[in-house]
């Protein structure tokens, strides 16, 4: 497999030309995305063109579902049929490759639409090592789906020391997620590319939990990397979105092909949606990295709690890879916790916070708890859980853009009332006792 420069051009669509002044055409000025610019001028005009008609700077809504062509065969434009190409998901898609320093970007359904694709182009036979602590959804279909089409996953605690030994002559991809979640522990990428591209094994690594803005994988020798567009691309809550970027013409012709044969594809809107949310990504994603770390280090500092998972401390054990593979060393928006107390404990923070709303999901604007060993990893057996660091008294926390005072402050009220225990209502300590001062233990 050829992995042409992650710094080449995008190659021109069929039918697509570069028009310039001396083309005496009327075109927009040349705005493409050029390697040259930060994160943040990419993140804000990497695949938006100018409406050549009315000059719109924001992109039209195209909810058309099939194109006009003049002869048979012969479309006006660069599209036929919407569910094979469209503007807006052409659009999001440049953006996307610009980001994560890709040649090529495609955009499905879901997060998990996209590992379903990914997997369906392996042949049946094929065999895949993840690390243990996958995304539940992406463990479920590693174990329920891929099996039974005949591709067999090797799961791994420790995939840096074991990969080499786990490599089978089937095995055709690695599946990494760096953090992982809920414990956020990290891999190093380059040393598993290194020794996966020995073998002509690919590498995926799922960048959902950092985002493009703080690490890009295929600079670290993966081969393609999967976000579910649904947390920090999206970053608003309100689309169910995925993408995988790569550099390789094989991998561009395969994917698309399957893309469009399975069709597990977003809509137009929801295209639309989620690049007006990634015009914002930087700004949000360093915003959530700020406040993480505040209150990260509020919780470190707690007699309440008895250890914090976050890669932006200096105490996290892979603290060097985070500072190796992360822009500027953030930590990303996510964290998790153990507290004294016990699961009760746990269920109790999450009910007394004020800010953090009680929710699965994370990566949005707004910050979300939950308690991971009785939603987002109830369905792994409790050895198994723990084996990896899931315990009963674990909460992870998805920090937003609020303000890093206010979120300290709602965390660490939060977790006095749920160490302590709820407080009998005697109505002496504040309106029925319930915001006057807490016993300490
Ligand atoms: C949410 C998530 C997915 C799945 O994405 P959906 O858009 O919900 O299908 C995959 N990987 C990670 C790390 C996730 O957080």
């Known amino acids: 497999m050829t992995v042409p420069s992650p710094h080449s051009p995008r190659p021109l669509r069929p039918n697509e030309r570069i028009l310039t002044n001396e083309d005496g055409g009327i075109t927009t000025p040349a705005r493409a995305p050029s390697p040259v610019h930060e994160f943040g001028t990419l993140a804000v005009h990497a695949g938006s063109p100018h409406d050549p008609t009315t000059g719109a700077v924001i992109e039209p809504l195209s909810l058309s579902t099939t194109f006009a062509q ?12 919407s569910r094979s190409a ?7 898609e440049d953006a996307v490759a610009a980001l994560e320093h890709a040649r ?10 996209t590992t379903a694709t990914i997997l369906q182009s392996l042949a049946a036979g094929s065999h895949v090592i993840s ?34 030994e786990l490599i089978r002559e089937q095995t055709k991809l690695i599946w990494i997620e760096s953090p992982s979640n809920p414990t956020l522990s990290l891999v190093d990428i380059r040393n598993v590319a290194t020794v996966a591209h020995r073998h002509g094994i690919l590498v995926v690594v799922d960048n959902t939990f950092l985002s493009p803005y703080v690490q890009n994988p ?11 567009v649904t947390k920090y691309i999206n970053g608003h809550s309100d689309v169910v979105m995925g993408v995988a ?8 012709e395969r994917l698309t092909f399957l893309q469009n044969a399975i069709g597990a594809v977003p809509s137009p809107f929801d295209c639309w949606l989620a690049h007006r949310g990634l015009k914002t990504l930087h700004l949000r994603a360093r915003e959530a990295s700020k406040n993480a770390l505040a209150v990260a280090k509020a919780l470190e500092a707690s007699p309440n709690v008895i250890a914090v998972n976050y890669p932006g401390l200096d105490s996290h054990k892979q603290r060097a890879i985070a500072i190796k593979q992360h822009r500027d060393g953030l930590g990303g928006g996510m964290l998790s916790f153990r507290l004294k107390g016990g699961h009760a404990a746990a269920e109790r923070f999450c009910q007394q916070t004020r800010i953090f709303t009680l929710a699965e999901s994370l990566g949005g604007v707004e910050s979300l708890c939950e308690v991971p060993s ?26 937003g853009v609020e303000d890093a005072d206010d979120l300290r402050k709602d965390v660490l009220q939060a977790l006095e009332k749920a160490v302590v225990g709820p407080k009998i209502s005697n109505g002496v300590n504040g309106v029925n006792g319930v915001d006057g001062p807490l016993p300490r233990r």
């Open 70 to 81: 003049t002869a048979v065969g012969k479309p006006i434009g660069l599209y036929e049929y």
């Open 218 to 228: 295929l600079d670290h020798g993966a081969d393609i990397v999967v976000h579910s």
């Open 131 to 164: 690390v243990s602590d996958v995304y539940g959804g992406t463990h479920r279909y590693f174990t329920k789906v891929a099996l039974a089409h005949g591709v067999e996953v090797t799961f791994s605690p420790s995939i840096e020391l074991d990969v080499e």
């Open 374 to 399: 009785a939603m987002t990893h109830a369905g792994i057996p409790k050895e198994q859980r723990e084996a990896i660091g899931v315990y009963d008294d674990l909460v992870r926390l998805s920090c």
């Open 86 to 92: 469209n503007p807006n998901r052409d659009n999001f």
């Open 104 to 113: 090529y970007a495609l955009a499905f359904a879901s997060g998990s639409a």
């Open 245 to 252: 970027a790569f550099n390789s013409d094989e991998l561009k």
